[in-house]
Nanobody, 125 residues
Framework: QVQLVESGGGLVQAGGSLRLSCAASGRTFSGYAMGWFRQAPGKEREFVAAISWSGGSRYYADSVKGRFTISRDSNENTVYLQMNSLEPEDTAVYYC??????????????????WGQGTQVTVSS
């Protein structure tokens, strides 16, 4: 079992930046691939970014490629999402998730086994 807690969300103006953190506890964090998803009001949860257990492989949704960066610090049991050039369309609740397959960069909600509670990101125009 892995427990995930997101933080770092907030209100930011368009063009600004935020860094989300996801702290993991429980079973060995380094053995999991990790992902970030987001869900806007009235919409389905969608994939944002994923990173393999070693950090050597990363994958991004087209909508955030070049603006967002996913990273992880296994010593700190934390995964990050650096978000730059934020747009109002990025407004959503952001969730981190853990996948027990360490090399699989899943893009579906069903690919992931554990989820955090989410953190709100609001981008004003």
């Amino acid at each position: 079992q892995v427990q995930l807690v997101e933080s770092g969300g907030g209100l930011v103006q368009a063009g600004g930046s935020l860094r989300l953190s996801c702290a993991a506890s429980g079973r060995t964090f380094s053995g999991y691939a990790m992902g970030w998803f987001r869900q806007a009001p009235g919409k389905e949860r969608e994939f944002v970014a994923a990173i393999s257990w070693s950090g050597g492989s990363r994958y991004y949704a087209d909508s955030v490629k070049g603006r967002f960066t996913i990273s992880r610090d296994s010593n700190e049991n934390t995964v990050y999402l650096q978000m730059n050039s934020l747009e109002p369309e990025d407004t959503a609740v952001y969730y981190c998730a853990a996948d027990q397959r360490p090399l699989w960069l899943g893009v579906r909600v069903l690919d992931y086994d554990f989820w955090g509670q989410g953190t709100q990101v609001t981008v004003s125009s």
